[in-house]
């Protein structure tokens, strides 16, 4: 049952032709990547507008509710980061039921599947003790799935892997070891997809208050040691 499943799949990649498109990481629906101007444009479109307090922050509004500052992070002249960060601080206790709440948010949604599952802060948790002493750091990392998953999965890129290293007559009838292969490269290239779309949030200090930063980060667009 489970190889007539996983052969039909393959079959399915190999017989459909469509475009490689590169899906990233968007926020408000806006893809972060571009120009850091082009950004600011599509932002205040969405309603925030530049702060009139802090020059290094960009951008300030609502978003999920909540006042934020909006910070964008450009490498070699592209957008790889939209940094978001509460403008108000609050109570460790009230940080533990923000930061549970928004964990609870992202699971519930459907665009989102989760790096891990066992982030939620208890009640007992004494917060400032852990950051201060124990360096512990609250975070919660989450993948954005891709918004066109059928383009991702028959993209070329994908199609162009099985296609050079099997032969017609190996796609069509695969020995258990090639399908298991086959089947593996896939799930390997969508987990790397998955991987350059990172949304992830932690908890921040400031003076004994507390607050959020969220991370929407384009990982194509990351330094990866090319001006080494």
Known sequence: MLKNFALVFVHF????????QKDVTQFLGIPV??????????????GFVISPYD????????????QVNIYIVTNNNKVCRIMVCDANNISEGDIKIRFNKLLQQFF???????????????????????????????????YQL????????????IRGILLTKYTEKQR??????ELKDMTTTVISYLLDKCSKE????????????????????????RANGEDL
């Open 13 to 20: 990649l190999l017989s459909v032709s469509l475009y490689a």
């Open 33 to 46: 990547d571009g120009s850091k101007s082009e950004m600011v444009k599509k932002l205040k479109d969405k």
């Open 55 to 66: 020059k290094d922050v960009v951008l300030t509004g609502q978003f999920n509710g909540t």
């Open 108 to 142: 519930n949604n459907k665009r989102y599947l989760a790096a891990s599952s066992d982030s939620i802060i208890s009640e007992s948790e004494n917060i400032s003790y852990e950051l201060t002493v124990n360096k512990k750091r609250y975070e919660a990392i989450f």
């Open 146 to 157: 891709p918004a066109d998953m059928d383009t991702i999965l028959v993209s070329n890129e």
């Open 172 to 177: 069509s009838n695969p020995t258990e070891e």
């Open 198 to 221: 990172v949304v992830w949030f932690m908890i921040s200090e400031n003076y004994g208050k507390y607050y959020i930063t969220m991370f929407y980060d384009n990982e194509y667009n």
